[in-house]
Structure formats: structure tokens, C-alpha cells
């Protein structure tokens, strides 16, 4: 990959923060982003504001979690990062958020179920509740594959959603989505227990959205 092409992935990182900030995707300081790149991957390092943030300012790892480029720690949840490129050669990008709605459902080990059918969005026909674990730790980058297996979000209980896209503008997109979803399921279950799609149906939903599902 040419150096330019680095340098363009690294704003599309920083644009993408810039996104969780300004539109309060993920408060303060949580959350993280990231996307491929040859040898490794960029991701947003820990501890630094998002408006504060510029492209040198990103630390490259290699898919063993070493360091190949970057002055500053990474976010706390690089082997979440790193785990997910290892094991999805689909995954170009991927974005962490602690939105509110997404940690509500996350809080009470609730998937979202295809209450709806843009749910299919993110691979499947519900969004799974990764169980807790500590944050920055291996045991959670465990919890998350499994709960993404087949799909491309899910929450973690007690602290947030991940989403994934073949580039980090698909998987701020998603993540996007699963908060509005989240958000739409919540209020559906302030009046009661929401009927379900068929299964049959879910799996229509998402053969459309693998087939011609992309944003226009
Ligand atoms: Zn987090």
C-alpha cells in the first residue's frame, strides 16, 4: 500500500472520530476507531480528545498487537481491534461506541431481536449481547468474535457496541444504525414485549442486504 494511501486511511480514521464527538456517539472519551491498513492496523490511541486528535497522533499495530508506528499508547481495547482483523478478513474498519441507547440495552443483557427488519443490516437476524468482561482485556476481545460471529455489530454488556464495515466509513455507518435501532427498540419495549419477523423473513432481509445493501 503506498504511503498516500496511508495517509488517507489515517483521516478517514480521524474523520470518523470526529463523527463520534460531534454527533455524541460515544461521550468523552470512549469509544475508539480503526481501520486496516498493510501490516497491521490504525487505531485511535487512549486518552486523547477526539477534537484534540491529528493523523500522527494514531498508533499502527501489526495483527500481533505489536507496535509498528506511533508515540502514543493505543485504546485501551487494541487486542479487541486486533482479534477482529485477525479472525475477519471481511473487516477493513471498525468502530466502538459507548452510545447511550446501545449501552441501555447492554446494561440489561438484552439482544436486539428482529424487532425490525433493518436489523438484518448487521449480518443477521438479531444483534447479540456480548457478555462482560473487564474492559481492555483479552477475555472481552474473546466475548466480542464470538458474539460478531456472522455478524457485523454487537453490544457488550455493561459497556457499549462494537460495529464493523469493509472500510471505516461502513462501520461508522453501522454503528450508527445499531444505535438507532437500539433506541427504537427501547421505546417498542416501554408499550410491550415487541412481536419478532419470522426467521424466514430475516433471512430474506439479509440476502437483500448482502446482495445490494450498501448506503447509496
Ligand atoms: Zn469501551
Same mark, same amino acid.
Not at 487512549?46 to 499495530?61: E, F, H, M, Q, R
Not at 433506541?183 to 416501554?190: K, N, V
Given at each position: 500500500?503506498?504511503?498516500? +494511501?496511508?495517509?488517507?486511511?489515517?483521516?478517514?480514521?480521524?474523520?470518523?472520530?470526529? +463523527?463520534?464527538?460531534?454527533?455524541?456517539?460515544?461521550?468523552? &472519551?470512549?469509544?475508539?476507531?480503526?481501520?486496516?491498513? =498493510?501490516?497491521?492496523?490504525?487505531?485511535?490511541?487512549?486518552?486523547?480528545?477526539?477534537?484534540?486528535?491529528?493523523?500522527? +497522533?494514531?498508533?499502527?499495530?501489526?495483527?500481533?498487537?505489536?507496535?509498528?508506528?506511533?508515540?502514543?499508547?493505543?485504546?485501551?481495547?487494541?487486542?479487541? $481491534?486486533?482479534?477482529?482483523?485477525?479472525?475477519?478478513?471481511?473487516?477493513? /474498519?471498525?468502530?466502538?461506541?459507548?452510545?447511550?441507547?446501545?449501552?441501555?440495552?447492554?446494561? &440489561? $443483557?438484552? +439482544?436486539?431481536?428482529?424487532?425490525?427488519?433493518?436489523?438484518?443490516?448487521? /449480518? /443477521?437476524?438479531?444483534?447479540?449481547?456480548?457478555?462482560?468482561?473487564?474492559?481492555?482485556?483479552?477475555?472481552?476481545?474473546?466475548?466480542?468474535?464470538?458474539?460478531?460471529?456472522?455478524?457485523?455489530?454487537?453490544?457488550?454488556?455493561?459497556?457499549?457496541?462494537?460495529?464493523? /464495515?469493509?472500510?471505516? =466509513?461502513?462501520?461508522?455507518?453501522?454503528?450508527?444504525?445499531? =444505535?438507532?435501532?437500539?433506541?427504537?427498540?427501547?421505546?417498542?419495549?416501554?408499550?410491550?414485549?415487541?412481536?419478532?419477523?419470522?426467521?424466514?423473513? &430475516?433471512?430474506?432481509?439479509? =440476502?437483500?442486504?448482502?446482495?445490494?445493501?450498501?448506503?447509496?
Amino acid at each position: 500500500m503506498a504511503e498516500r +494511501d496511508e495517509d488517507w486511511l489515517r483521516q478517514c480514521v480521524i474523520d470518523a472520530a470526529l +463523527d463520534l464527538a460531534y454527533t455524541g456517539l460515544s461521550p468523552q &472519551m470512549s469509544g475508539n476507531v480503526s481501520a486496516r491498513c =498493510e501490516g497491521g492496523f490504525l487505531v485511535t490511541p487512549s486518552g486523547v480528545a477526539y477534537t484534540d486528535l491529528v493523523p500522527d +497522533d494514531l498508533v499502527k499495530l501489526d495483527l500481533e498487537g505489536n507496535l509498528l508506528d506511533g508515540q502514543l499508547p493505543p485504546s485501551s481495547e487494541w487486542q479487541m $481491534h486486533t482479534g477482529i482483523y485477525r479472525e475477519r478478513d471481511d473487516v477493513g /474498519g471498525i468502530v466502538h461506541a459507548h452510545s447511550d441507547y446501545a449501552v441501555s440495552l447492554a446494561v &440489561m $443483557h438484552k +439482544d436486539i431481536p428482529a424487532f425490525h427488519y433493518m436489523v438484518a443490516v448487521a /449480518g /443477521g437476524r438479531d444483534i447479540r449481547c456480548a457478555p462482560y468482561a473487564t474492559f481492555g482485556t483479552a477475555a472481552l476481545a474473546d466475548h466480542a468474535l464470538s458474539a460478531l460471529e456472522g455478524r457485523k455489530a454487537c453490544l457488550l454488556a455493561h459497556h457499549g457496541q462494537i460495529a464493523l /464495515g469493509e472500510t471505516v =466509513e461502513d462501520a461508522l455507518h453501522l454503528a450508527h444504525e445499531v =444505535e438507532t435501532l437500539s433506541g427504537q427498540y427501547w421505546r417498542a419495549l416501554q408499550i410491550g414485549d415487541p412481536p419478532l419477523l419470522s426467521d424466514e423473513e &430475516m433471512a430474506v432481509n439479509v =440476502e437483500k442486504f448482502r446482495t445490494y445493501g450498501r448506503r447509496s
